[in-house]
T-cell receptor
């Protein structure tokens, strides 16, 4: 059964810092690994999707990597901004079936 | 991009009331829809998966008679919380996928508060 863990649970940084958010998963037979952003009281915004044949994806200041052998994914945020403040969730599916298992999230606060 | 609309965004009602939440895919056909529940400061937990025209598949520990799911068309799924109690208060989020292994697109969620 797929289990997803995110570290750290919370992070508070000054504006401009480069950040690394970590996600680990137990089942290496993962098909998709996805990173989402959730603002308070809101739904999810998909940030990056990495399929099993890929090792990383980039979008603007965001870069996500996937290492299936070690069961890890990282989300790198360059030059953080106050608008990046939100909860970041990673989710992996379970062996090719489109059923996402979510981590508990990292609550990010970027202060001016 | 793919848009999923969820309605209502917030519901406050008395204990014992049944509440229906709608999830619509606006610009694509969703063969599969998912319903999640999120308690405060916790992550999303999958409740059930529904395929158009079939009975929903519920996750372990989720009462199918309590949480009725209908996916009668390729653009609409509904979740009905029957005889809701305060412990059912939560944030409910739906997602929709065009086909197996296509990304899920999420609605904005419904905040359910049972008094």
């Amino acid at each position: 059964k797929q289990e997803v863990t995110q570290i750290p649970a919370a992070l508070s940084v000054p504006e401009g810092e480069n950040l690394v958010l970590n996600c680990s998963f137990t089942d290496s037979a993962i098909y998709n690994l996805q990173w989402f952003r959730q603002d308070p009281g809101k739904g999810l915004t998909s940030l990056l999707l990495i399929q099993s044949s890929q090792r990383e994806q980039t979008s603007g200041r965001l870069n996500a990597s996937l290492d299936k052998s070690s069961g890890r994914s990282t989300l790198y945020i360059a030059a953080s901004q106050p608008g990046d403040s939100a909860t970041y969730l990673c989710a992996g599916d379970s062996g090719g079936y489109n059923k996402l298992i979510f981590g508990a999230g990292t609550r990010l606060a970027v202060h001016p | 991009g793919a848009v999923v609309s969820q309605h209502p965004s917030r519901v406050i009602c008395k204990s014992g009331t049944s509440v229906k939440i709608e999830c619509r895919s606006l610009d694509f056909q969703a063969t599969t829809m998912f319903w999640y529940r999120q308690f405060p400061k916790q992550s999303l937990m999958l409740m059930a998966t529904s395929n158009e025209g079939s009975k929903a598949t519920y996750e372990q520990g989720v009462e199918k008679d309590k949480f009725l799911i209908n996916h009668a068309s390729l653009t609409l799924s509904t979740l009905t919380v029957t005889s809701a109690h305060p412990e059912d208060s939560s944030f409910y989020i739906c997602s929709a996928s065009g086909s197996f292994n296509q990304p899920q697109h999420f609605g904005d969620g419904t905040r359910l508060s049972i008094l």
